[in-house]
């Protein structure tokens, strides 16, 4: 191992997205509920979420990326 390998470690490729979904529930009432996840981008991230939240008419918004410090 080199010393610039240590002193420079890569930067990983995964990003962290928000996502905002619309979940129906009973009652007719709606749940609006932010979440996180960690992808490569943002179709990934917005694929996780769908299978994350396993609900067929669940609306969800666009994948935003969180900058972390």
């Known amino acids: 191992m ?7 470690p ?4 995964i990003k962290s997205y928000s996502v ?4 129906p529930g009973l009652g ?3 749940n ?3 979440t ?5 981008n943002p179709q990934m991230a917005r694929k996780l979420v769908q299978v994350q ?3 067929p008419h669940a ?3 666009q994948p935003r990326e969180v900058k972390l410090r």
């Not at 890569?10 to 490729?13: G, H, P, Q, W, Y």
Request: net charge positive; charged share 25%; hydrophobic share 50%.
């Open 36 to 40: 996180i996840v960690m992808a490569v």
């Open 10 to 13: 890569k930067k990983s490729k």
């Open 28 to 30: 007719g009432y709606v």
């Open 59 to 61: 609306m969800i918004g």
């Open 20 to 23: 905002k979904i619309k979940i």
């Open 2 to 8: 080199r010393i610039f390998e240590i002193a420079q």
């Open 32 to 34: 609006i509920t932010d």
């Open 53 to 55: 939240y396993n609900v």
